[in-house]
Protein backbone atom coordinates (compact mmCIF):
# COMPACT_ATOMS: atom_id res chain seq x y z
CA UNK A 1 0.00 0.00 0.00
CA UNK A 2 1.32 3.55 -0.92
CA UNK A 3 0.32 6.59 0.04
CA UNK A 4 1.13 9.66 -2.71
CA UNK A 5 3.59 12.41 -1.64
CA UNK A 6 2.72 16.02 -2.97
CA UNK A 7 4.17 16.56 -6.19
CA UNK A 8 3.67 20.05 -7.65
CA UNK A 9 2.72 20.19 -11.17
CA UNK A 10 4.65 21.28 -13.69
CA UNK A 11 3.46 23.39 -17.07
CA UNK A 12 0.87 25.88 -16.16
CA UNK A 13 1.71 29.38 -16.17
CA UNK A 14 -0.64 31.77 -13.54
CA UNK A 15 -0.38 34.93 -12.70
CA UNK A 16 0.55 35.61 -9.36
CA UNK A 17 -2.83 37.00 -8.07
CA UNK A 18 -4.01 34.09 -8.91
CA UNK A 19 -1.96 32.10 -6.92
CA UNK A 20 -2.26 34.13 -4.07
CA UNK A 21 -6.19 33.23 -3.95
CA UNK A 22 -5.19 29.74 -4.45
CA UNK A 23 -3.17 30.13 -1.36
CA UNK A 24 -5.56 31.70 0.64
CA UNK A 25 -8.38 28.69 -0.61
CA UNK A 26 -6.09 26.18 0.92
CA UNK A 27 -5.45 27.88 4.22
CA UNK A 28 -9.06 28.30 4.61
CA UNK A 29 -9.59 24.05 3.68
CA UNK A 30 -6.75 23.17 5.80
CA UNK A 31 -8.54 25.02 8.54
CA UNK A 32 -11.75 23.29 8.00
CA UNK A 33 -9.97 19.86 7.66
CA UNK A 34 -11.65 19.37 3.94
CA UNK A 35 -10.54 16.13 2.41
CA UNK A 36 -9.45 14.52 5.73
CA UNK A 37 -12.74 12.13 5.47
CA UNK A 38 -11.85 10.92 2.04
CA UNK A 39 -11.21 7.07 1.42
CA UNK A 40 -7.28 6.43 2.17
CA UNK A 41 -5.44 3.33 1.55
CA UNK A 42 -5.62 0.25 2.45
CA UNK A 43 -9.39 1.31 2.80
CA UNK A 44 -12.45 -0.30 0.41
CA UNK A 45 -13.83 2.12 -1.73
CA UNK A 46 -17.52 2.79 -2.79
CA UNK A 47 -18.82 1.05 -5.41
CA UNK A 48 -19.98 4.40 -7.46
CA UNK A 49 -22.06 3.95 -10.17
CA UNK A 50 -21.15 6.87 -12.65
CA UNK A 51 -22.54 7.66 -15.92
CA UNK A 52 -19.91 7.01 -19.13
CA UNK A 53 -18.72 9.79 -21.61
CA UNK A 54 -21.43 7.89 -23.91
CA UNK A 55 -23.82 7.86 -21.02
CA UNK A 56 -23.60 4.52 -20.09
CA UNK A 57 -24.10 3.72 -16.40
CA UNK A 58 -20.83 2.19 -14.91
CA UNK A 59 -19.45 0.76 -11.83
CA UNK A 60 -16.39 0.90 -10.08
CA UNK A 61 -16.49 -2.67 -9.38
CA UNK A 62 -16.94 -3.36 -13.01
CA UNK A 63 -14.12 -1.76 -14.40
CA UNK A 64 -12.41 -3.36 -11.77
CA UNK A 65 -13.55 -6.58 -12.10
CA UNK A 66 -10.72 -8.29 -13.44
CA UNK A 67 -7.66 -5.64 -12.73
CA UNK A 68 -6.75 -2.50 -11.28
CA UNK A 69 -8.12 1.05 -11.82
CA UNK A 70 -6.32 4.56 -11.73
CA UNK A 71 -9.10 6.76 -10.66
CA UNK A 72 -8.34 10.52 -10.96
CA UNK A 73 -11.19 12.72 -10.02
CA UNK A 74 -10.74 16.29 -12.26
CA UNK A 75 -12.03 19.59 -11.94
CA UNK A 76 -12.64 19.84 -15.94
CA UNK A 77 -10.50 21.22 -18.95
CA UNK A 78 -10.61 24.71 -18.35
CA UNK A 79 -8.56 23.99 -15.56
CA UNK A 80 -5.13 24.65 -16.27
CA UNK A 81 -3.92 22.12 -14.07
CA UNK A 82 -6.38 19.61 -14.98
CA UNK A 83 -5.34 19.74 -18.48
CA UNK A 84 -1.88 19.59 -17.71
CA UNK A 85 -2.90 16.30 -15.64
CA UNK A 86 -4.54 14.39 -18.09
CA UNK A 87 -1.85 15.72 -20.45
CA UNK A 88 0.56 13.46 -18.19
CA UNK A 89 -1.85 10.51 -18.17
CA UNK A 90 -2.09 10.63 -21.74
CA UNK A 91 1.74 10.13 -21.90
CA UNK A 92 1.81 7.55 -19.58
CA UNK A 93 -1.07 5.10 -21.13
CA UNK A 94 1.42 2.65 -22.65
CA UNK A 95 3.01 2.03 -19.60
CA UNK A 96 -0.34 1.65 -17.75
CA UNK A 97 -1.59 -1.07 -20.53
CA UNK A 98 1.59 -2.94 -19.72
CA UNK A 99 0.75 -2.98 -16.15
CA UNK A 100 -3.22 -4.24 -16.99
CA UNK A 101 -4.18 -1.21 -15.60
CA UNK A 102 -7.43 0.55 -16.63
CA UNK A 103 -7.31 4.48 -16.60
CA UNK A 104 -10.47 6.12 -15.24
CA UNK A 105 -10.69 10.17 -15.16
CA UNK A 106 -13.85 11.39 -13.43
CA UNK A 107 -15.67 15.03 -14.03
CA UNK A 108 -18.00 17.09 -12.93
CA UNK A 109 -18.35 18.66 -16.07
CA UNK A 110 -21.33 18.35 -18.73
CA UNK A 111 -22.72 19.56 -21.94
CA UNK A 112 -20.26 17.17 -23.77
CA UNK A 113 -17.32 18.03 -21.94
CA UNK A 114 -16.28 14.55 -20.73
CA UNK A 115 -16.53 13.00 -24.04
CA UNK A 116 -14.24 16.50 -25.09
CA UNK A 117 -11.91 14.84 -22.09
CA UNK A 118 -12.34 10.76 -23.13
CA UNK A 119 -10.98 12.41 -26.86
CA UNK A 120 -7.86 14.27 -25.47
CA UNK A 121 -6.49 11.68 -23.01
CA UNK A 122 -7.11 8.74 -25.65
CA UNK A 123 -9.27 5.60 -27.08
CA UNK A 124 -8.48 3.16 -23.76
CA UNK A 125 -9.36 5.43 -21.01
CA UNK A 126 -12.96 5.91 -19.50
CA UNK A 127 -14.30 9.40 -18.80
CA UNK A 128 -16.87 9.07 -16.02
CA UNK A 129 -19.24 12.10 -15.01
CA UNK A 130 -19.66 13.22 -11.88
CA UNK A 131 -23.14 15.01 -12.15
CA UNK A 132 -23.98 17.37 -9.63
CA UNK A 133 -20.82 16.41 -7.43
CA UNK A 134 -22.70 13.96 -5.78
CA UNK A 135 -19.79 11.07 -6.23
CA UNK A 136 -17.33 13.63 -5.03
CA UNK A 137 -19.58 15.15 -2.31
CA UNK A 138 -20.04 11.49 -0.88
CA UNK A 139 -16.41 10.79 -1.13
CA UNK A 140 -15.49 13.89 1.18
CA UNK A 141 -13.62 15.48 -1.95
CA UNK A 142 -16.32 18.36 -2.37
CA UNK A 143 -15.80 21.57 -1.24
CA UNK A 144 -17.18 25.34 -1.67
CA UNK A 145 -14.91 27.88 -3.32
CA UNK A 146 -16.00 30.99 -1.90
CA UNK A 147 -17.27 33.89 -2.96
CA UNK A 148 -13.51 35.61 -3.72
CA UNK A 149 -12.93 32.60 -6.02
CA UNK A 150 -16.14 32.69 -7.59
CA UNK A 151 -16.36 36.66 -8.21
CA UNK A 152 -12.49 35.91 -9.98
CA UNK A 153 -13.59 33.49 -11.96
CA UNK A 154 -16.78 35.33 -12.81
CA UNK A 155 -14.80 38.29 -13.90
CA UNK A 156 -12.50 36.37 -15.69
CA UNK A 157 -14.72 35.47 -17.81
CA UNK A 158 -15.53 31.30 -16.74
CA UNK A 159 -19.51 30.32 -16.70
CA UNK A 160 -19.02 27.24 -14.12
CA UNK A 161 -22.97 27.16 -15.08
CA UNK A 162 -22.10 26.18 -18.46
CA UNK A 163 -19.54 23.93 -17.45
CA UNK A 164 -21.35 22.00 -14.32
CA UNK A 165 -24.85 22.86 -14.91
CA UNK A 166 -24.78 24.80 -12.23
CA UNK A 167 -23.73 27.88 -10.68
CA UNK A 168 -22.81 26.32 -7.19
CA UNK A 169 -19.23 27.31 -6.27
CA UNK A 170 -18.58 23.96 -5.07
CA UNK A 171 -15.36 22.36 -6.67
CA UNK A 172 -13.84 18.45 -5.99
CA UNK A 173 -10.49 18.17 -4.81
CA UNK A 174 -8.60 16.69 -7.28
CA UNK A 175 -7.84 13.12 -6.53
CA UNK A 176 -6.50 10.25 -7.21
CA UNK A 177 -6.42 6.30 -6.79
CA UNK A 178 -5.58 2.94 -7.52
CA UNK A 179 -8.32 0.70 -6.51
CA UNK A 180 -7.87 -3.14 -7.09
CA UNK A 181 -10.07 -5.99 -7.25
CA UNK A 182 -12.24 -6.45 -4.76
CA UNK A 183 -12.50 -2.38 -4.53
CA UNK A 184 -9.65 -2.14 -2.09
CA UNK A 185 -7.63 1.46 -1.81
CA UNK A 186 -3.50 0.31 -3.22
CA UNK A 187 -2.79 4.10 -3.36
CA UNK A 188 -4.09 7.15 -2.65
CA UNK A 189 -3.24 10.86 -3.08
CA UNK A 190 -5.39 13.33 -1.99
CA UNK A 191 -4.35 16.88 -1.40
CA UNK A 192 -6.45 20.06 -0.96
CA UNK A 193 -3.96 22.40 -3.07
CA UNK A 194 -5.29 21.78 -6.67
CA UNK A 195 -1.92 22.95 -8.05
CA UNK A 196 -0.32 19.48 -6.68
CA UNK A 197 -1.22 15.88 -8.58
CA UNK A 198 0.08 12.14 -8.31
CA UNK A 199 2.91 12.10 -10.24
CA UNK A 200 2.16 9.15 -13.05
CA UNK A 201 5.62 7.88 -11.69
CA UNK A 202 4.61 7.39 -8.45
CA UNK A 203 1.55 5.29 -9.60
CA UNK A 204 3.12 3.17 -11.70
CA UNK A 205 5.35 2.15 -9.36
CA UNK A 206 2.54 0.98 -7.19
CA UNK A 207 1.41 -1.15 -9.88
CA UNK A 208 4.60 -2.85 -9.61
CA UNK A 209 5.49 -4.23 -6.14
Not at 10 to 30: E, I, K
Not at 47 to 74: E, K, M, Q, Y
Not at 85 to 112: F, I, K, N
Request: aromatic share 8%; charged share 20%.
Amino acid sequence: MMVAQPQPLRGPVVDPVWHARADRLVARLARLGTGRLAPAAGQRFPNLALPAADGRLTTLAGLCHDGPIVLSFHRGLWCPWCRAEVESWQAARPQLRDTGCRLVLVTPETGGRAQAMAERVGPDAHVLCDVDFGASTALGLAFFMGDELLAAYRDAGLDLAAHYGAASGILPIPATYVIEVGLRVRFAHVDIDFRRRADPADVLASLRW
